[in-house]
Nanobody, 125 residues
Framework: QVQLVESGGGLVQAGGSLRLSCAASGRTFSSYAVGWFRQAAGKEREFVATISAIYWSRTSYADSVKARFTISRDNAKNTVYLQMNGLKPEDTAVYVC?????????????????WGQGTQVTVSS
C-alpha cells in the first residue's frame, strides 16, 4: 500500500505558475505510474497528466493542459511534481494525485488504486 499527500496549491493570478507535489510513502513507489487528476466545483473529475514508473519520458497530458503543464518525478524523494505554467481561471480545481502498479501510461481514473486527498488550486482573472 502507498499513501499519497499533495501540496503546493494556492491562489494565483491568471498567467501565473504553481508547482504541485505528490509525496508518497513506501519503498515500492518507483514501481508505480502516477497520474494527476482534477475536479472543479460542479464538474466531474478529469485526467490531467501521467508519468510511467520506469521510462519517465513516457508521459501523457490532457489536451487542455498540453504545453502548459509538465509532470516529472524524483524517485529518490518519493515525489511526483506537476509544474503548471500559464494558469487560467478554468484550471481552478482540486488537484489529486493517484498511483497504479500497471505498466505503461494510464489515462483512466478507474485504473488507479491509490489516491491522495487533493490540493486546491484557484486561478483568479
Amino acid at each position: 500500500q502507498v499513501q499519497l499527500v499533495e501540496s503546493g496549491g494556492g491562489l494565483v493570478q491568471a498567467g501565473g505558475s504553481l508547482r504541485l507535489s505528490c509525496a508518497a510513502s513506501g519503498r515500492t513507489f518507483s514501481s508505480y505510474a502516477v497520474g494527476w487528476f482534477r475536479q472543479a466545483a460542479g464538474k466531474e473529475r478529469e485526467f490531467v497528466a501521467t508519468i510511467s514508473a520506469i521510462y519517465w519520458s513516457r508521459t501523457s497530458y490532457a489536451d487542455s493542459v498540453k504545453a502548459r503543464f509538465t509532470i516529472s518525478r524524483d524517485n529518490a524523494k518519493n515525489t511526483v511534481y506537476l509544474q503548471m505554467n500559464g494558469l487560467k481561471p478554468e484550471d481552478t480545481a482540486v488537484y489529486v494525485c493517484a498511483a497504479t502498479t500497471r505498466a505503461g501510461v494510464i489515462l483512466n481514473a478507474y485504473e488507479y488504486t491509490y489516491w491522495g486527498q487533493g490540493t486546491q488550486v484557484t486561478v483568479s482573472s
